[in-house]
């Protein structure tokens, strides 16, 4: 099968279904005004998105579950960009329109995890609900009109991964403090009483430390935000 596939812009709209489970299409340019829904969709071996000039719309689902895809690159308007349109694109790490975006739908790239940077040079008239949900690596979000609705969502998902992080180093906090008061009860059961005051002291360290990040982690869930 192939591994590259160019539509031209006298390919005005590209089918819904058209390329769908196209397991061999590694890189993809298009010219079309329109991407129907679910055209590309578990293309697995799909990489790149480049497509030039104005485009209608991007359907839903358009390149839903398309795993490996890393990159889109888009070099002008788009109308719409559909409900799930990228959904679940797990290694994708940059998504860029060199235009403005009438309607972001909803989930348009939810559970792309693996995002680190979304622009939009123009604006962005409507986005849908959870449209970079689960986007938990996203560093850049660089948009003309940064609406409410989309910097909730930001904060919403770095708050998510800062909780995770402290959470982890909780964990690690407590995995040390179980081990330090095995050894104190192995020193006490021994008699070595200068060594176990200094486990003691250090088992105290710890407790404080471990207060310390359950604070900070109230403090991001009650909204005082610490990034």
Same mark, same amino acid.
């Given at each position: 099968?192939?591994?590259?596939?160019?539509?031209?812009?006298?390919?005005?709209?590209?089918?819904?279904?058209?390329? @769908?489970?196209?397991?061999?299409?590694?890189?993809?340019?298009?010219?079309?005004?329109?991407?129907?829904?679910?055209?590309?969709?578990?293309?697995?071996?799909?990489? @790149?998105?480049?497509?030039?000039?104005?485009?209608?719309?991007?359907?839903?689902?358009? %390149?839903?579950?398309?795993?490996?895809?890393?990159?889109?690159?888009?070099?002008?308007?788009?109308?719409?960009?559909?409900?799930?349109?990228?959904?679940?694109?797990?290694?994708?790490?940059?998504?860029?329109?060199?235009?403005?975006?009438?309607?972001?739908?909803?989930?348009?790239?939810?559970?792309?995890?693996?995002?680190?940077?979304?622009?939009?040079?123009?604006?962005?008239? @409507?986005?849908?609900?959870?449209?970079?949900?689960?986007?938990?690596?996203?560093?850049?979000?660089? %948009?003309?009109?940064?609406?409410?609705?989309?910097?909730?969502?930001?904060?919403?998902?770095?708050?998510?991964?800062?909780? @995770?992080?402290?959470?982890?180093?909780?964990?690690?906090?407590?995995?040390?403090?179980?081990?330090?008061?095995?050894?104190?009860?192995?020193?006490?059961?021994?008699?070595?009483?200068?060594?176990?005051?200094?486990?003691?002291?250090?088992?105290?360290?710890?407790?404080?430390?471990?207060?310390?990040?359950?604070?900070?982690?109230?403090?991001?869930?009650?909204?005082?935000?610490?990034?």
């Amino acid at each position: 099968g192939f591994t590259t596939l160019t539509v031209p812009a006298s390919v005005g709209e590209i089918g819904n279904y058209a390329f @769908s489970d196209c397991d061999g299409l590694e890189d993809l340019t298009v010219r079309t005004d329109i991407i129907g829904d679910y055209a590309f969709y578990d293309c697995d071996a799909l990489q @790149s998105l480049i497509a030039t000039g104005n485009m209608n719309s991007i359907g839903q689902y358009a %390149f839903n579950g398309c795993g490996e895809l890393s990159m889109v690159n888009i070099n002008g308007n788009v109308g719409t960009i559909g409900e799930n349109a990228f959904n679940d694109c797990d290694k994708m790490t940059l998504f860029q329109i060199t235009g403005s975006v009438n309607t972001l739908g909803n989930k348009a790239l939810y559970d792309c995890n693996a995002l680190e940077d979304a622009k939009i040079s123009g604006t962005v008239n @409507s986005i849908g609900e959870y449209a970079f949900y689960n986007c938990d690596k996203l560093n850049t979000l660089d %948009f003309i009109d940064k609406t409410e609705k989309i910097k909730i969502e930001y904060q919403e998902n770095t708050n998510k991964k800062n909780i @995770s992080e402290k959470e982890k180093s909780k964990e690690e906090l407590l995995t040390q403090k179980k081990e330090k008061e095995n050894k104190l009860t192995e020193e006490k059961q021994n008699g070595y009483t200068d060594y176990y005051y200094s486990l003691e002291n250090e088992i105290n360290k710890i407790e404080e430390q471990v207060t310390e990040i359950e604070f900070e982690i109230s403090k991001i869930k009650n909204g005082y935000y610490d990034n």
